[in-house]
């Protein structure tokens, strides 16, 4: 009896010791709220946008500090918040592509995890879509999360976020517009179509600035969202314990911005309030415009340096406030993948003064036929002037079938991103600057980007694409990009480019059929290579041969054969890949399309209630192809 005395003092005094441990890693830490919404650019009033109506945002960033050149690193939500919650690039843990389906490493902690770790509450309302699923990231993670139901004492880290602008709240017709939104609304908040000030590449229909004035609206909303949040702070007296972030995932849900690397798409507002008691870790003054380039890469950092934790390595972003300060940032660097079924690989990098965009299929036009946006009403007006508009150049910018490899802009002439100045002698060392810094960044943080999705998956069984991507021999990152270098040569040199495909390695073979497609006039020798390699042991390297003879006019029958033979994969990222490429080129498969109809009819029973997957991906890209039968 006595012994078990003992040990039940020792145990107590643990737990006490314990106890008072976490408590002297909680004093003074100050709250955190981040109130973050969806797809707008710095629409605010603040920023001066003279049609939007932000009155909260706009006394929030007078009372607070007002970043200028914040940066999403992706022009959609799930990779931008794959990073947010890491602090980790989302194209080096294989999180690029939306709605994919890649682990990331068990030793990575969420900014939440080690948050939590401190003695945080950390509390999410309530979107995750990190592109990768761990449950145990959050306290509480659902519509009902809140701050309010943390422990006492325990500081908190809550974020909410509001859909209100998701680009698709701007669909449907006028009376269910009105119904879910306009109602909410007095008179004269509501925004007038002609009041509108279209960016120089948008047709100007009433439809157009219908649409417009809708997003306004809803910006608005929003707006009231966010004081509605900031009087609850208030009510329970936490104003002046909580540092608030207030920030949007990306740039609008409107063609040309979201997927897309211009500002449009990745440029994002961004205010921070600092109550009093926490200006020392800022020099800035309440009411302050801050035109330091920032990126989301660098919020986790932040958060981290503001309560006194210490930066984990693996993290890659660097804190612009707290105890850690660290100094200005040069570059910021954004990424855009596949999207549904709609394949994207870009890359770009913003200076305060120049924006620089690396096109990896510049075969692709920007606007790609995708199901989910072509449904909507502004895709279907924008088609709809496509065909009867005299185009200007600023227009034509947004509908060229293919791309450049590179892009360069001054923003300060040219904030709308229409000029491009690459061949510009003028601009030939930003140029050569700027696409350094790229080629570095990529291959400094092992851009995942450059494998194709089946690639890692096969790879990836027993480990990770963090760390797939890490190895030389399976992803020989430098040796990709020199191989992607010959493109930006004028002429192209095919017959060096089409030596590739005899690469002993397959990514090189892959990509060198990739981008045998920017070559406008193939020679007999090529084209004879290709179908040699229509043979390769890689299903990705034969797709790919199969995809750019089809695109050369060449799409004979063992071409088709292969795409069909990719259809009937039994890998759902081959299946997405073989389907795209049926989709783009359908008119030249006529010999397989009674074959793949049956497909689609399969994969349209086999989808039936699924909102994502590879396999409802492929759907979407035959029903596409087939719409018009």
Known sequence: MKSFIVILICLLTLFSCVDKKKSSLVKDK??????????????????????????????????????????????????????????????????????????????????????????????????????????????????????????P?????????????????????????????????????????ENIILPPYYFDSPEVRKLWARYYDLVTIMDGEVAEILDELEKDGLSENTIVFFFSD????????????????????????????????????????????????????????????????????????????????????????????????????????????????????????????????????????????????????????????????????????????????????ILMEMRTELKEWMITTHDTGLMPEAYMKAHTQNSTAYHLAEDPEKFPIKEILGLNDLILEEPIDQDQLAGYLKDPHELMRYWAAVWLQHVSDPGERTVARLNEALNDPSVYVRLAVADVLCSYDQCNEQAQKTILNGLRSDQPMVLLMAARIFELNKEKARDIENEVMKIKENLDISTEGKWKGYDLYANWALKEAFKKE
Request: aromatic letters at 12%.
């Open 153 to 193: 004492g325990s500081p908190f880290f809550s974020v909410f976020n509001f859909e209100t602008t998701h680009q698709s709240q701007i669909f449907g017709d006028d009376e269910t517009f009105y119904q879910k939104y306009g109602k909410q609304l007095e008179e004269n908040q509501r925004h007038r179509p």
């Open 30 to 151: 100050p709250n955190i709220l981040w109130i973050t919404c969806e797809d707008i650019t710095p629409m605010l009033g603040t920023y001066g946008d003279p049609v939007a109506t932000t009155p909260t945002l706009d006394q929030l960033a007078e009372r607070g500090i007002q970043f200028n050149q914040a940066y999403s690193t992706a022009p959609v939500c799930a990779p931008a918040r794959s990073c947010l919650v890491t602090g980790i690039y989302a194209t080096s843990m294989g999180t690029q592509n939306l709605r994919s389906d890649f682990d990331i490493p068990e030793d990575i902690r969420t900014l939440p995890h080690l948050l939590r770790e401190q003695g945080y509450y950390c509390t999410n309302n309530y979107k995750e879509d990190y592109n990768f699923i761990d449950t145990t990231i959050w306290d509480e993670s659902s519509r009902t999360a809140h701050w309010k139901n943390r422990p």
């Open 250 to 429: 990306h740039g609008t849900g409107m063609p040309r911005a979201k997927r897309a690397l211009y500002n449009s798409g990745v440029q994002v507002p961004f205010i921070i309030y600092i109550p009093e008691k926490y200006r020392n870790i800022t020099d800035y003054n309440p009411g302050t415009q801050v035109d330091e380039i920032v990126s989301f890469v660098d919020f986790p950092p932040t958060l981290l340096s503001i309560a006194g934790i210490d930066q984990p390595e693996y993290m890659q972003g660097q804190p612009f406030l707290g105890r850690v300060k660290t100094s200005n940032r040069k570059y910021a660097i954004s990424t855009s993948d596949r999207v549904d079924e709609a394949f994207e690989i870009s890359r770009s990098v913003k200076s305060s003064r120049y924006s620089y965009i690396r096109n990896f299929l510049p075969h692709m036009p920007l606007i790609q036929p995708n199901f989910y946006t072509d449904q909507s009403e502004i895709m279907q007006e924008l088609y709809r002037l496509k065909d009867i508009t005299d185009m200007t150049a600023a227009q034509q910018s947004m509908w060229h079938p293919r791309r450049t490899p590179e892009e360069l802009y001054d923003l300060n002439m040219d904030p709308y991103e229409t000029k491009n100045l690459v061949g510009d002698p003028a601009y030939e060392n």
